[in-house]
C-alpha cells in the first residue's frame, strides 16, 4: 500500500446498505405529526427538494424544515419545529448502521498507515449527527455536500477532504457506488476510483446511470478493499 497514503469512502450504498424506498419513507414519517402536516403531504415535500438539501441550499436542518414546511403550504411554529427535527434525528440514526464488514475494513487500512475520510452527498442530517456516531472516531476526515452547498462530482468536495485529511490527491484511493457521478469526479482530481457493487447494488442502479457504464476498478465487498489496494500499488 505505500504508493497510497488515504482512503476516501462515500457514505450511503457504500459504507451503509442500499436502503429500499421504504426505509427512507419511514424516517420521513417519524417528523411529519410534530409539524402538523399529513405524513404522505410531508413526504413529497422532502422529495420534491432534495436536490435543494442535499446541497445544503435551506441551511441546517431546523431551517430546511421550516423552508419545506412552507413550500407545501404549513408554517410551523418553533416549537413544532424543535420537536420534528428531534424525531427526525433520533429516527435518522438508523440510516447509518453500516455494512457487516465495514469497520473491519476501516480500522485493517488505519493498521496499515492510510488516512481515511468521507465524502457524502447528503442532506443536514449526517452533518448534524456526525460526531455522536460511532464510525466518527475512524476517520481523520469528513466532508458533506449540505455543508459545501454543491454535489458530486463537483472537485471541490474532494479536493476539500484531501487537504482536511493532509494528502496530495493523487495519492488517494476513492470507493464509491458510482451515485452522483462520483467516480468520474474522483478520477478527475487524480484520485484512483473504485465501484463498490455489493449484492445490493443492482436493485438501487438502474440501467442508464453512468455508474452501469463504470469499466474501471469494482469490488463487490469493502473486504475486498485493502486487497485491492496492495495489487494496485504493487
Known amino acids: 500500500m505505500t504508493h497510497f497514503a ?8 457504500t459504507l451503509t446498505p442500499n436502503w429500499p424506498r421504504a426505509f427512507w419513507d419511514e424516517q420521513k414519517r417519524a417528523c411529519a405529526v410534530p409539524l402538523g402536516i399529513p405524513e404522505q403531504e410531508w413526504i413529497e415535500a422532502l ?7 442535499v446541497s445544503g441550499e435551506f441551511g441546517g436542518l431546523t431551517e430546511t424544515f421550516r423552508a419545506v414546511a412552507e413550500r407545501a403550504g404549513f408554517t410551523p411554529t418553533a416549537a413544532q419545529l424543535a420537536t420534528s427535527v428531534e424525531e427526525r434525528l433520533a429516527a435518522y440514526r438508523g440510516v447509518h448502521v453500516l455494512r457487516p464488514d465495514a469497520v473491519e475494513t476501516l480500522r485493517t487500512l488505519r493498521a496499515a498507515g492510510l488516512k481515511i475520510a468521507l465524502v457524502s452527498d447528503c442532506t443536514a442530517e449526517l452533518p448534524e449527527l456526525w460526531d455522536s456516531l460511532d464510525m466518527a472516531e475512524l476517520f481523520d476526515a469528513a466532508v458533506f455536500s449540505a455543508q459545501e452547498r454543491t454535489r458530486k462530482p463537483d472537485p471541490r468536495l474532494f479536493l476539500a477532504a484531501a487537504e ?10 476513492y470507493v464509491g457506488d458510482g451515485g ?15 465501484l463498490l457493487a455489493a449484492a445490493d447494488w443492482a436493485d438501487h442502479h438502474a440501467p442508464g446511470r453512468p455508474e452501469q457504464e463504470w469499466r474501471g476498478l469494482r469490488a463487490a465487498a469493502l473486504a475486498e478493499i485493502p486487497g485491492l489496494l496492495a495489487s494496485a500499488a504493487a
Open 47 to 53: 422529495d420534491a427538494t432534495w436536490h435543494e438539501r
Open 6 to 13: 488515504a482512503v476516501f469512502f462515500d457514505m450511503y450504498g
Open 180 to 194: 452522483g457521478d462520483e467516480l468520474a469526479g474522483a478520477a478527475a482530481v487524480g484520485m484512483l476510483p473504485v
Open 164 to 173: 482536511r485529511a493532509g494528502v496530495a490527491p493523487g495519492s488517494c484511493l
